[in-house]
């Protein structure tokens, strides 16, 4: 035996023989080129030193026969200093053996390689493997080891019902693991029906609490609405939105509409309330969306415009009058307005007491000049 290779048996003899590190599910040894020498590294079964130390199986011969010796190795084999035979039936322990060799080597040419550490495992012998078979196919990258499970649902599977999952095992080699996803479907059928119905039911449930949610909340919406105008009526008054819409600086425009009681005693009360629907039109057209639009009464309408100054809520007045005169509806409907702010008031009920005022002096001038029966 050569001094270098006299020196490597050397130190795998230190590092297994010391157990400085372990080896489980495998048998370990050494192939050396050049003495044509096996020296096994691990405890070894009676069966594999049979065939390991056979007089037929030199370590050249045995690694050539299943080509997985590094110094017949192919480059690309070699690119990751492993190279992995395909899983092989061992003659002597009747197991399907898996070999994977490193080169051992002082550099990469070929002169240079001293031997291989080689390493068997038996491929079918951990309860992984247990009721499975595998085919070995070509493949792009160099070879596939295709294990599924040996069962009747394998065989009655079609293609693409199963589901596979590879990992390369070297740079040349992958496995590939395919599970029969029909056999988890029709074994576990009556849980996913369980499943299925469960979820359903569930939101079925979802669905039927939101629609109750809905539905409380047209409800409650309903509640404060107006049914002839849709606007609000004076439950707004207890909601958040009202108390939020007062938390700061607003304005009040009180609305009442002239001549109503003249167009039901005329007209009747089909025109009398179209005129209150033209009222309530012109305020949509001339207000905001944030502004609060409620029917007190009959004919009278309050509007609260938050952040909104005195001096802009008497425009806004303004504006409406000349909306609703524009119309011409019978030629004969107007409003009056009074406005007062949140300024010069220290609770809603004064402010909306200082427009009510201001709206009665605006139908006191028109009465001053059209006479008292004339705007009611």
């Keep these: 035996m050569l001094p270098e290779e006299?020196?490597?048996?050397?130190?795998?003899?230190?590092?297994y023989s010391s157990k400085k590190i372990p080896v489980r599910d495998a048998f370990i040894y050494i192939g050396l080129y050049k003495s044509n020498a096996i020296y096994v590294t691990t405890p070894f079964p009676e069966e594999v030193?049979?065939?390991?130390?056979?007089k037929q199986n030199s370590a050249n011969e045995f690694c050539q026969i299943l080509k997985y010796c590094?110094?017949?190795?192919?480059?690309?084999?070699?690119?990751?200093?492993?190279?992995?035979?395909?899983?092989?039936l061992d003659e002597f322990t009747g197991d399907i053996v898996l070999s994977m060799a490193a080169p051992i080597s002082s550099s990469h040419e070929p002169e240079h390689l001293l031997g291989d550490v080689i390493a068997d495992t038996s491929f079918m012998a951990s309860d992984f493997m247990q009721g499975k078979v595998f085919e070995i196919q070509p493949s792009a990258y160099g070879t596939e080891i295709v294990i599924t499970g040996d069962s009747i649902w394998a065989r009655i599977t079609p293609d693409f019902l199963f589901y596979a999952m590879s990992d390369h095992l070297d740079n040349l080699s992958f496995l590939t693991y395919k599970i029969s996803v029909l056999r988890f479907i029709v074994l576990y059928f009556p849980l996913w029906l369980l499943i299925s119905a469960t979820i359903i039911i569930y939101q079925i449930k979802i669905n039927?609490?939101?629609q109750l949610r809905v539905e409380r909340q047209r409800f409650r919406e309903a509640m404060l609405l107006d049914p002839a105008t849709k606007i609000y009526n004076k439950k707004v008054y207890e909601t958040l939105i009202f108390k939020a819409v007062i938390a700061s600086q607003y304005a009040v425009i009180c609305i009442d509409g002239d001549k109503i009681k003249t167009i039901n005693d005329s007209y009747g009360h089909k025109l009398g309330d179209m005129a209150i629907m033209q009222i309530v039109e012109a305020m949509r057209a001339v207000f905001r969306e944030s502004d609060i639009l409620i029917r007190t009464g009959g004919d009278e309408f309050v509007v609260i415009l938050a952040n909104c100054p005195v001096a802009k809520a008497l425009q806004l007045a303004d504006k409406l009058k000349d909306n609703i005169a524009q119309r011409h509806f019978l030629n004969m409907l107007t409003v009056s307005c009074g406005v007062a702010d949140s300024t010069d008031y220290s609770s809603f009920d004064a402010v909306l007491q200082a427009a009510d005022q201001a709206l009665y002096a605006d139908k006191a001038q028109k009465r001053g000049h059209a006479g008292d029966n004339a705007l009611r």
């Design 208 to 210: 039927n609490i939101k």
């Design 70 to 88: 590094s110094k017949d190795a192919s480059v690309e084999s070699l690119a990751d200093d492993i190279v992995l035979s395909a899983p092989y």
């Design 6 to 15: 006299e020196q490597i048996i050397r130190y795998f003899d230190y590092l």
């Design 49 to 54: 030193k049979s065939r390991l130390m056979n």
